[in-house]
Structures are given as C-alpha cells and as structure tokens.
C-alpha cells in the first residue's frame, strides 16, 4: 500500500490553477473535466510544503543568494538519477524553461535564422522562436508502428547555412518518447558538424517509466556535451510548476559564457526564495514521492488503454515511455479537426489539448493528461464512450 493517497480529489478551484480557473476563458464552459495544461492534480510532496511553511514563519522575505544547498541537490540529482555528472558551474537558474528557450533564441540567433524543430511537438517550441521574428523549420517525427522517431536522414537534408539551432523535446511531448542513445548521437553529430547548437528540453525526464530510462543528451558524445544547452525542472517531476525553478546546464565554457552573460545582464538567473528551498527540498527528500506517483500513473496509462481497447477502438493511445500525457489518435473516427475538438468538449465535456497545436502530424489526435485521480479519469473515459456512441 502506498502511504501516498494519489485517489485524493483536491479541489483546485479558486486558487488561480491555470488547468482549471482558465477553463471558461479557454474552453467556454467550466464544466468540463480539466486534462489539459501538463501539471498534476496531486499534492506534492509534503516535505516540499513543510520547508516553504518554515520558511515562510520567519517573515523577512528580503534578496536571496543561490546555496550550496541548492547546487549540491541538483548535482546529486542529475548524477544519480540520470548518470550524468555536471559541474556547479555548469549550472543556471532560469525562470522557467520556456524562457530560457526565449532566451536562447535571442542569444544564439538572429532575425530570420533558422530553427529546427521535430513535429508534433510542444508548441512553445515552434510559436517562441517565430514570435521572435526566426524562420522555424520542421523535421517531422516519423510514425512507425503506433511511435515515434526521428528522420535523421531529413534532418540531414534540410539543414542550410541559415540554421542555428535545433530545439529537441527530450523525452518528448506530446509522444511520451525516451529518444534512444542512437538517435541522441546521431542529432549531436549533424548537429555539431553543421554548427547547429542544440537545445535540449529535459523537463519530462525524471517521469520515465522503467524499462525506459531517460539519456540526457549532452551524456551521449563529446559532440554533444559540447553543442548543447541543457534545461531541466523538478517542476513536472513533483509538481511545483507554479513555484517556477528551473535550471539550465551548458558544459562548453564559451557557450556558457555567452549564455549566462546574456542571463545576468537583466538579472535573469537570480530566482526567487521559495524556488531555491522547493527545488533542493524536492530533491532531497522527493525520490519515494516519485517512484510512487509514477507507479500511479503507470496504472492510469494502462486504464486507459484497456478502456480503449475493450470499448472504443476507434481510439488508440500512444503509450508514453515519460510522462503523464497520453497521445490519442483518434484519426479512425474520421471527423474533421473541429468536429473532433467538439466531439470532446461540448459532447463529452472533457478539456484536452487539440492535437493540432502541436504543429505537423497533430490532426486527428487529441493530447490527454492522466496526471489526476483514477476516478477522473474513468469519469472521462465513460464521457468519451458516452459522446461517441451517439455518433
Ligand atoms: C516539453 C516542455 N517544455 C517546457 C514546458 C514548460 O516549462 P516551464 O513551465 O518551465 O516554462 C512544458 C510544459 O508542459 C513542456 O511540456
């Protein structure tokens, strides 16, 4: 028995949750079962709240320098969780992971350079660069067999002199992939041959299901630790998204240079209090928290699996390798991408993100969050069986 009570419903609103105090705004009604927005309706862990408690009894509240404590957490962290050894000064905080995307648009790129990314992917990744003024170039993934991989071969092709940087979602949303050693080294050494840097997304990484097991990038090749800024959270690992602590790791001493001159000339690797005492607090003390709640998860993945098999075939979810999002293509109902987002909002009252967000290859899927309660998500599953039998 877990001494963690993930079946717990939380009411979350009224306390500003995007997931669910933004439904009317985003989705016209609040009557919908919210699993959208990639957090989890779990508490965290306690010790996570306890530490802020304490914290917060002391009542002065001024500037806060970054602790040893904090840099020895992540260091720990990323060694023993990930086998990946990293230096102190390697390592940045960063308000948020995509603004240090932002970041690294405006600091390694100009107007119109281009950038790479591997659709469907988390959008940010093509809306921050374009909003930016840079031309964003897709490589789409390829669908084989119900997963994804990558198209080295395009990614080959279409790299020109105009491309500056690759943006790679690792593990990846929406797919839930724990990219293989392959095909790390195969992006690091066409990447650093045609001098095209690297972003590499970790957020998802701490949340991969054994057997899988999550490969930082930069630990694949001494190309790739050398061409790459690396950005890892324990924000989806424990839940902590709205305490925003974040971390950027870059081991190439000029890279770094320029990277952390860019943060520090407006002040934006300083963080706040509370993100330095959750993180080191989460890391310390969230490994059993971890393991328990991905146990959780594991099981809802597989509700909804079966659930799907046995009463709505039409459906196939992708099974993630990380993560608590599960990508469903649904492209057998054979209903436009409108008609599909109203199948599952107004009919059966479920926000999820519409697939085509996610750039090429998203239409005809529908990104589902299973980071919540079992019940809501068998409450879902029924709406969804519900909505399509009236079809
Ligand atoms: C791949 C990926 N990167 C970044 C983020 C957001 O990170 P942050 O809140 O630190 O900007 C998300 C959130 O869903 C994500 O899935």
Redo the contacts with the bound molecule.
């Keep these: 028995m877990s001494k963690y009570n993930f079946d717990e419903i939380i009411e979350r609103r009224g306390t500003g949750a995007i997931k669910v105090d933004a439904l009317e705004e985003r989705y016209g009604s609040t009557d919908l079962i919210p699993m959208w927005?990639?957090?989890m309706d779990f508490k965290s862990p306690q010790a996570i709240a306890e530490a802020i408690i304490e914290r917060a009894k002391h009542g002065v509240f001024g500037y806060t320098k970054t602790s040893q404590e904090y840099y020895n957490s992540i260091i720990n962290w990323v060694g023993n969780y990930h086998d990946w050894k990293i230096k102190q000064e390697w390592i940045s905080f960063?308000?948020?992971?995509?603004?240090?995307?932002a970041f690294a648009v405006d600091c390694f790129t100009e107007k119109d350079d281009e950038v790479i990314i591997q659709p469907p992917?988390?959008h940010?990744?093509r809306i921050v660069p374009t909003l930016h003024h840079r031309t964003v170039v897709d490589n789409p993934l390829i669908l084989e067999a119900g997963q994804y991989k990558m198209d080295i071969e395009g990614l080959k092709k279409l790299i020109t002199s105009a491309s500056k940087l690759l943006i790679l979602?690792n593990p990846?949303?929406p797919g839930g992939r724990v990219w293989t050693k392959q095909e790390l080294i195969d992006i690091a050494d066409i990447c650093y041959e045609q001098n095209v840097l690297v972003i590499s997304?970790e957020?998802?990484s701490d949340l991969a299901f054994a057997p899988s097991k999550h490969i930082p990038f930069a630990s694949v090749s001494y190309k790739a630790e050398q061409n790459s800024i690396t950005?890892m959270?324990p924000?989806?690992t424990f839940n902590i998204?709205g305490i925003?602590s974040?971390y950027s790791i870059v081991p190439n001493d000029k890279l770094r240079e320029q990277f952390h001159a860019y943060l520090s000339s407006s002040e934006l690797e300083s963080g706040h209090i509370f993100a330095y005492l959750a993180a080191q607090t989460a890391y310390n003390e969230g490994k059993e928290w971890l393991s328990e709640v991905k146990e959780y998860l594991w099981e809802n993945i597989k509700y909804v699996d079966n659930y799907l098999k046995e009463n709505i075939p039409q459906i196939k979810a992708m099974i993630p390798e990380a993560?608590f999002?599960v990508w469903l293509d649904c492209r057998e109902l054979n209903l436009s991408q409108p008609n599909l987002v109203s199948l599952f909002i107004k009919d059966a009252k479920l926000a999820l993100n519409d697939g085509s967000i996610f750039g090429a290859g998203g239409e005809g899927y529908m990104r589902l969050n299973i980071g919540t309660p079992r019940a809501n998500v068998e409450k879902a599953m029924h709406n969804l069986k519900a909505a399509i039998d009236k079809i």
Excluded: T
Excluded at 94 to 101: A, H, M
């Design positions: 927005v990639a957090d960063i308000p948020g992971i995509v603004k240090g995307i992917v988390y940010p990744f979602c990846h949303n997304d957020i998802h950005f959270a924000s989806k998204a925003v974040s993560s999002l």
